[in-house]
């Protein structure tokens, strides 16, 4: 009973137009800050290393580096401060927590790219277009 009230008061504030994307994808998350009375939205870039399930409370976790420096944030999924998530880039990872990019240095802390059909053909079409032409 007192479950399914709880339940019932936190579906309200879920969000509906929420952005698929997965753990090793590169999302741009457009944070609103509050600055004084002034509020402005902020871009936040980085590789999703960690998403944790539930209902109102799942989170993200998106990693960037920052002048050298890593730096993490924990974004909350159906929290109604940011404006938006854009995805960038698939990542093409088997694993759900990318904890061990945190070691990483350079090259070596990129996530392969998963490539898609359909824009592989059209890029290869329009270098075959371009090949005949010159």
Do not use: C
């Amino acid at each position: 009973m007192r479950r399914s009230l709880i339940q019932h008061v936190e579906n309200k504030f879920l969000r509906q137009d929420l952005t698929q994307f997965r753990t090793g994808d590169s999302v741009r998350v457009h944070w609103k800050v509050k600055e004084g009375e002034k509020e402005r939205v902020q871009a936040f870039e980085g590789v999703v290393i960690r998403k944790t399930k539930g209902t109102n409370r799942a989170t993200f976790t998106v990693r960037k580096m920052s002048f050298g420096v890593g730096v993490e944030r924990i974004f909350p999924i159906h929290s109604p401060r940011y404006e938006k998530i854009e995805v960038l880039t698939r990542g093409d990872v088997n694993r759900k927590r990318l904890f061990y990019l945190r070691d990483l240095k350079g090259k070596a802390s990129r996530v392969d790219v998963q490539v898609d059909p359909e824009r592989a053909a059209k890029k290869a079409a329009k270098a075959a277009a371009a090949a005949q032409g010159s």
